[in-house]
Each structure stands twice: as structure tokens, then as C-alpha cells.
């Protein structure tokens, strides 16, 4: 069984620029998070979709925004990129709303110049 | 507020040699609690979940709701130990992770 795939894996931007981050989760699982990995914040979550319907947000502006589709891939979008947006993304997968259990991809590490 | 605390950045011991790694939470309801450990360059990956009462990779974690920790051991130590671990809560019905800020431990030889 694969693994959750988060693509790419690494990702240069400027300033400004706008960016799509993708996870394609255990095949099965409905439920996609996502979490910004930071030094010096930690993990910190960001939203989580389930059945194309985001359940639940952190505390991000609303420059982050998500989606999921109907084959539960997800993708998550952050506008006018600023140099504190520069983290490792992480996306886990759940089988279910009431599974707790979740499977994180490698994560996509981004910079912002 | 759903908060976990891990007091130690980094812990250092040396092979076969007892380990503790700890975690407090403040949750007000029934959390979950787990352990999730990231080995260097791999994702990050569900080591313990406390319903679950397991060992794993001799790793045992027991929930004191009292004093609202949620404590890693390992009576021996071993090099391969070495990782980065996280401790997290959930509130249960599938609600998200609200994680640790992480313990990195180094098993010296």
C-alpha cells in the first residue's frame, strides 16, 4: 500500500508569488491535514479536509486556503508568500473522521526568498 | 485551550542506559495522547497511542490523568533510539493533532 505523497518535495519562491503544495493520501483514506512544520513554532495545524469539505482550521490567515477532491487528493494554496512562510508542509491522512490514527508524507519544504 | 508541553529539547544518554522523555497536557475533556517519532531524513511516523496499551519497539507510555502526563520510557537505550519525538493530543472524534514542540534524543555509545 503507498504511502501519503506530498509533491513536490522541495520549492523556491519570491516574495509575493503564490503557491500549490499537492498530497495524495493512503489509498482509502478520506481525511487529509495539514500541518507547518517550523523550528521555531513547531507543528502547528493548518486545516483538515474530509469528503471535499474542510471539518476543521487553525489559526492562519486566510492567505492559506485548501481543497480536496473527490478522489480525496488535496492540495493547499498560500497567496502573497512572506519569508515566514518558509516551513516543511506536512499532509496526513486518516482513514475517517473518527480514526485518530494518522500517516504524515515526507512533507514539502518551502522557501521563500 | 488544548496545549502540550515536552520541557526538554534535547536529551542526551548513553546506550543501555534508561530513557524518559516528558510530556504534559492541559486539555479539559478526554484527550488522546500519542507519541509520534521522526528518525533523521523519514517522515514522521505514530510510535504509541496510549488506547492502544502497547510496547512498541520497547517504548512504553502510560496515561496519569492526574497529573496530566503522558510520559515515554525505555528501560535500555539503544543507538537506533535516536530520533526527534513528539507528543500530541487529540480530543478524540477524529479532531486535529495539537502537538509538543518535540524532544530530540541522542543515545551516545
Known amino acids: 500500500k503507498a504511502g501519503v505523497t506530498q509533491t513536490p518535495r522541495y520549492l523556491i519562491k519570491t516574495r509575493g508569488q503564490q503557491v500549490t503544495l499537492s498530497c495524495s493520501p493512503i489509498?482509502?483514506?478520506?481525511?487529509v491535514s495539514w500541518y507547518q512544520q517550523t523550528p521555531g513554532q513547531g507543528l502547528q495545524f493548518l486545516f483538515e479536509y474530509f469528503s471535499e469539505t474542510q471539518r476543521n482550521k487553525g489559526n492562519f490567515p486566510g492567505r492559506f486556503s485548501g481543497r480536496q477532491f473527490s478522489n480525496s487528493r488535496s492540495e493547499m494554496n498560500v497567496s502573497t508568500l512572506e519569508l515566514g512562510d518558509s516551513a516543511l508542509y506536512l499532509c496526513a491522512s486518516r482513514m475517517g473522521v473518527g480514526n485518530t490514527e494518522a500517516f504524515f508524507g515526507q512533507g514539502t519544504r518551502l522557501t521563500v526568498v | 485551550a488544548q496545549r502540550v508541553t515536552q520541557p526538554e529539547k534535547l536529551l542526551s544518554v548513553f546506550k543501555g542506559a534508561p530513557v524518559e522523555l516528558k510530556c504534559n497536557y492541559s486539555?479539559?475533556?478526554?484527550?488522546?495522547l500519542f507519541w509520534y517519532v521522526q528518525y533523521s531524513r523519514q517522515r514522521l511516523q505514530l510510535l504509541l497511542r496510549?488506547?492502544s496499551r502497547e510496547s512498541i519497539k520497547g517504548f512504553t507510555a502510560d496515561l496519569n490523568k492526574g497529573e496530566t502526563s503522558f510520559h515515554l520510557k525505555k528501560p535500555f537505550a539503544q543507538e537506533e533510539d535516536s530520533a526527534m519525538y513528539y507528543c500530541a493530543l487529540t480530543s478524540g472524534g477524529g479532531q486535529n493533532f495539537v502537538f509538543g514542540p518535540g524532544t530530540r534524543l541522542s543515545v551516545l555509545p
Open positions: 486539555y479539559s475533556g478526554s484527550p488522546e
Open positions: 489509498s482509502g483514506h478520506r481525511s
Open positions: 496510549h488506547i
